[in-house]
């Protein structure tokens, strides 16, 4: 085979692409113009069958260069229109493999400029896979080719961003090229965006992915050749990394399907969270965030279970800033105790949206708070001025809707003072003095969120705490002190608010909202 022949080949396609190129423009595609593509064709299907024979070989022994031109040429007929023949792939494999290892930069950026080069690039071929990943490198890693733009000629697919994770996950482990990581974390997040946004609805191919990335952090440990928590805290790209490569991930909804990736997970963030280097005001909240994320994302029954060991896990580690000593739970102590623990607000959302996870996650059988009980300690979503301190912290905007959502599901979900069960309760005695400011406080907040309308999308959880909060009282407390903290004022304008709501008459008696005022409040 005559390296000569390669050459004409590709010169005659390239001068078909011309042509094409100055039909289109001019408006004459005639017969000419189609003769001469049959005979490209024609010459193409030939040339490829001498590919075939000649082998990987053949062309390892030729200047890179050839292979080039000629995958190249092959795409070149595709984007005009010349369907490729089967044996056209075949070739495109041979010349692929014989390029592998001596494809330099300039030769991806050759190749990734051409529109049709993505239809070989998607090939499922391992040889297309190998060559598609040092592709993928080469664009972000030379400052050249990020320059040029050539990042955007990548195909966006589920399948082809499984590549980019590959890179991205083995160069995040190489710890040497923080700046490549960065970029193929962008490229992977932007191409994810945009496939979500051109169809939400497309489930296999984001299922498939998701699969494929939960193999991955199954072994993470193996497949770097190093425990995470020993880098972690050493090296502050990888920590950075790290954590936003698990918060790209974790919007994959299927992601923990995987059970062992499940686990694996929340045992390495465990591992991190408890670890004495972590740091209070850095690590701790996006740590948090991403294990309530985790615990979130599993489905039952895995889900209690996991709740149940991560409970364990964090009572058994006893960090200050989440298990707090009997003596520094009372109100008074805590904010001393908060500044010299350097527990923000922000720390103690995020400990009160876990907290709330692991409520709902305990099982039917295990009647304490998330495992995290303890006679003479608390956990910090345990306070009982802590909670109240979210619930009505909407008053003055100094704490957000999150946090009022999860200190409301803690004490929606936990067991009332004086029940039955011997579990400690954020809920305070009604008897004493501090429980009688306590659910003065809340009861007051809770009417008037009731009637503010910018948080009408609470109101319903607002009504559920109100109501319970009504029935402990109740139970506690004399009838002359339970009517003062009713409120027979707040009742009527609360009513009166709700009545005005549209509803249809033909069905019902009153605006539904009513209907669950009224019900929690016990006046139906």
Known sequence: MCPAL?????????????LSSEGFATGHTGAALDSEGETVLRLLSYLC???TCAGVDYFGK?????SVELLASLSIAASFGIALPPVAFQASSILAKALLDRLRDDHTHTLLSLDSFSILLRQADPVWITLAQKMIYHVHANAELVLS???KTLPTTYEFLSLVWTVWFTVLGGLEEPHVVDRLSETFTTGFDSLKQSDPEESVGEAKLAGFIAEELSSLSTKWGFPISSV???NDHFRRQFLSMLATVTNLSTLFQNRLCLHRTVETLLDLITDEQCDIERDAVPLLSLLSTCLLLSEDPIFPQV???VGARLKAAKRPWMIVSSDACNEAAWPAYAKSQKISKLLVEELLCLGAVLILGRSQTDQRVAALEASEEAAVFELSHVLLKAICGLLCATLSRRSFCAAA???LNSATPGGETKCQSPWPEGTSEAGRVFYTQLITALYSYLTDITLRDLRLLTMALLGKALRIVRHQLPLSEVTKLEGTVWNLVVTESLQLEDYDEDQLPCPPALIVFLAEVGAL
């Open 62 to 66: 030729l200047p890179p260069i050839f």
């Open 49 to 51: 069958a001498q590919i």
């Open 6 to 18: 390669l050459a004409v080949t590709a010169c005659l396609i390239n001068r078909h692409q011309y």
């Open 307 to 309: 709740s149940s060991m």
């Open 409 to 411: 599901l803690l004490l």
């Open 149 to 151: 733009g050539v990042v």
């Open 232 to 234: 972690f805290y050493k």
